[in-house]
């Protein structure tokens, strides 16, 4: 319940740069892009809520911030080589 707030904070933040870059780099399979997209969308909703209650209970508050930011961070490499459209 704590989470609720700044979760949706950052979703809200994150979805639309993720909706600009997807709409910029995929032409001819957008619709498969934007899908895909839902589902995985869906499936964090389903998934984070139990890690996060796992960190919290386990690790503290502090240490929950700290394990879901180095999860975090470990995405970053990912999108590196993202880079803009000619």
Do not use: E, W
């Amino acid at each position: 319940p704590r989470f609720c707030f700044l979760s949706g904070l950052s979703l809200a933040g994150i979805f639309v740069s993720i909706n600009a870059i997807l709409a910029q780099h995929f032409d001819k399979r957008r619709n498969t892009a934007f899908s895909l997209l839902m589902a995985v969308t869906g499936l964090n909703g389903f998934l984070i809520p139990p890690l996060v209650q796992f960190f919290y209970s386990t690790y503290g508050s502090r240490g929950a911030f700290l394990l879901l930011g180095a999860v975090l961070f470990n995405a970053f490499p990912a999108a590196i080589p993202i880079k803009s459209p000619a």
